[in-house]
């Protein structure tokens, strides 16, 4: 199977089915039909996947449960994962991402301000078309793009380094192995 899609009145999803699915949405990916009505779904990640494209979008403020345990790093696309997104607070700053994630409207509409300047984003050197768009995420608080910062500190480690860091008060950068401050 490839593509699972829970439209309708579902109020809450029990278990994930272990059919192999590739994608689960948890709404019609076009954002015509959605689950207005879901409060929770399982706390374990649905098995196998390899795609969260527009899972959470549309969810509203009666979506209840929290995906920041879930493991990110094998997922390749991440494309409008929560946009128009309104449900409870998903603290996403530590994720681990794929190397070759797509991100293309991941945050689009996004109801929450999030900090995701310690995203590892080295082969995403720029901002993936309309990631956080109409969002409430803060310019300061999105990823380096093309960077890999250490977590927890101002420094950044690769060539594409962002001056900035993770953008707050007077960041040091390390490029090449030199230091240089904002």
């Known amino acids: 199977y490839e593509e699972l899609s829970f439209i309708g009145n579902v109020g809450k999803v029990v ?9 689960i949405r948890l709404a019609a990916e076009d954002g ?23 899972m959470f979008a549309n969810l ?26 309104t449900g409870i607070y998903q603290n996403l700053e530590h994720i681990q991402l794929h190397p070759h994630v797509k991100l293309g409207y991941m945050f689009a509409g996004y109801g929450h301000d999030v900090d995701l300047t310690e995203w590892c984003v080295t082969s995403t050197t720029e901002e993936p078309y309309g990631f ?6 803060g310019k300061y608080n999105l990823p380096a793009w093309g960077t890999c910062p250490v977590p927890g500190s ?12 993770n953008r707050q008060n007077s960041p040091t950068v390390t490029i090449y192995g030199s230091e240089e401050a904002n």
């Not at 403020?61 to 991440?78: G, K, Y």
């Not at 101002?154 to 860091?165: E, I, Q």
């Open 15 to 23: 278990s994930w089915p272990t059919h192999g699915f590739k994608t």
């Open 60 to 85: 509203g403020p009666q979506f209840i449960t929290t995906v920041d345990h879930w493991d990110f790093s094998d997922i390749v696309d991440l494309s409008g994962a929560f946009s128009s997104y």
């Open 32 to 54: 015509s039909e959605m689950l207005t009505a879901l409060t929770s779904i399982p706390s374990a990640r649905p098995p196998n996947l390899e795609s969260l494209s527009a």
């Open 132 to 137: 956080a768009d109409n969002s409430k995420i």
């Open 154 to 165: 101002t420094n950044v480690s690769t060539p594409y380094a962002h001056l900035g860091g």
